[in-house]
């Protein structure tokens, strides 16, 4: 994240610090769930004072934020060179679920964060935290890849409004809550099977030999 216009450039520090105390709080809601994950706790899992902690961010508020930015900044950046690494719109969606278990299953206390942050967490103006961070900037262009599938005949007329927000929703919520069930699921076998469902579901060519 920038710094505020007007204050110094954080220096390499003090960005270690900051990265330690989001990594640290992901872990401590990932493990005890939002509500007990207090900043006191969240010290402690840091072996820091809690007053370090208020220095670099001002409350739980805007360390949450920092943890919701840094784990979709993050989850971006692994997704996209796979997913520019594919010519096809269908191999497009496959990167998109093969990464997504792969940087699940490297990072799974940061999406297991996220996760309870979405259902639990709320802005000082009473709405979800998750509302106040734009997210549209962090989240690869599924709608473009559906979008240019059609065009090229690849894929089927569907709504892409409504199959990119269902394809979003088989990631991060129901393959989330399956990690969270259960620890040791097969995320690549997981992914496997969306993506063979999705396939199933768009492809052109098994519309047309139907």
Do not use: W
């Amino acid at each position: 994240m920038q710094p505020k216009p007007g204050r110094p450039a954080r220096t390499f520090t003090e960005v270690a610090r900051r990265a330690q105390i989001v990594e640290c709080a992901a872990d401590v809601i990932a493990e005890t769930g939002y509500a007990r994950a207090s900043m006191a706790a969240i010290a402690r899992r840091a072996g820091i004072a809690k007053s370090v902690i208020s220095y670099h961010f001002a409350d739980k508020n805007d360390l949450m934020q920092e943890l919701i930015r840094t784990t979709i900044a993050a989850y971006t950046q692994f997704l996209e060179p796979r997913l520019a690494a594919e010519p096809s719109a269908g191999g497009k969606i496959r990167a998109y679920l093969d990464g997504s278990a792969q940087h699940m299953a490297a990072r799974t206390n940061m999406h297991l964060a996220l996760l309870e942050i979405a259902f639990n967490a709320a802005g000082p103006d009473g709405r979800p935290l998750l509302a106040s961070i734009p997210l549209d900037a962090h989240t690869p262009a599924l709608e473009q890849i559906m979008r240019h599938g059609q065009q090229a005949g690849e894929l089927r007329n569907f709504d892409i409004e409504v199959m990119a927000g269902l394809l979003r929703s088989a990631v991060t919520h129901t393959m989330v809550l399956a990690l969270r069930a259960n620890p040791a699921i097969d995320l690549a076998g997981y992914a496997s099977e969306l993506a063979t469902a999705f396939h199933l579901a768009t492809s052109a060519q098994i519309t047309n030999s139907q």
